[in-house]
């Protein structure tokens, strides 16, 4: 016998969705309104009542009438690069330390920032350089990633201890992380203390890039072929497929 599926629940939205099977045929002639009530979308033209809360489109709650929660601040901004810094003049002092709390915050000139705990091993080796190297990560780096992120400079050479190779920057002291796909040279401007972290505002006067994920025909370095991963509540992700790019919502398409 033909089967129908239809979805169920209450009409706020509560409650768990339950999948119930009818035969096609029957769905056609038994008179259940009240089930096709539940079942149903609600009409476009029906006008949204608390009775009858439903997002005739997404079978949801209409956005004013959804419960929200309130929490005391903290940092919601999330997913975020999880990036492995690597700093210091020497190979005696070379050290990794994984930061999220990064981000751009110029164009031009080219600015960015990282944020570190004073408490930090790698903060006074970078106060005192004026210089460190901000190493995306990927797949293949996300044990290491982790890693360099929970274990202390003053213990461990990190270098070592995760086989990761310290090659030359081009504009400053501090090394690169061979292994990475993205690392960008950085020079400190300025420290801002802003309470558990200080932020550390540089210019970017580098960037290197392996050349296996740049697209030979655009010459762009390619996202998705490099398996970059990101950080949320402290979970690593890998990144999901394109949706879309900058501007693809005016942009005319072609005749």
């Not at 509560?14 to 119930?20: I, S």
């Not at 360099?148 to 504009?171: H, I, Q, W």
């Not at 300025?190 to 580098?206: K, Q, R, Y």
């Not at 509540?233 to 949706?243: A, Q, R, S, T, V």
């Amino acid at each position: 016998v033909e089967m129908s599926l239809l979805r169920t629940g209450s009409e706020t939205g509560g409650g768990e969705d339950k999948v119930k099977a009818l035969p096609g045929g029957i769905v056609n002639i038994i008179n259940r309104l009240e089930l096709f009530n539940i079942c149903m979308p609600v009409s476009p033209k029906k006008k949204i009542t608390k009775e009858n809360n439903f997002n005739y489109k997404t079978n949801f709650p209409s956005p004013l009438e959804r419960v929200r929660v309130s929490w005391k601040p903290g940092t919601m901004i999330y997913p975020l690069p999880a990036v492995m810094i690597s700093c210091g003049e020497t190979e005696e002092e070379y050290n990794i330390i994984t930061i999220s709390w990064v981000g751009t915050i110029c164009t031009n000139p080219a600015m960015c920032y990282i944020s570190v705990r004073p408490e930090r091993h790698s903060y006074e080796i970078i106060k005192r350089t004026g210089e460190f190297v901000i190493n995306l990560t990927n797949e293949e780096l996300a044990r290491a990633t982790d890693w360099c992120g929970v274990r202390s400079g003053k213990d461990y050479n990190k270098f070592r201890e995760m086989e990761l190779t310290p090659a030359a920057a081009e504009k400053i002291k501090a090394p690169i992380i061979a292994e990475a796909p993205i690392c960008i040279e950085c020079k400190v401007r300025e420290i801002i203390p802003l309470g558990s972290h200080d932020m550390f505002i540089a210019e970017v006067v580098n960037v290197q890039a392996d050349a296996r994920y740049i697209d030979k025909k655009t010459d762009k370095f390619d996202m998705q072929k490099a398996k970059l991963i990101a950080y949320s509540h402290g979970h690593y992700y890998k990144l999901g497929e394109e949706i879309g790019r900058f501007g693809w919502t005016v942009r005319k398409k072609p005749a």
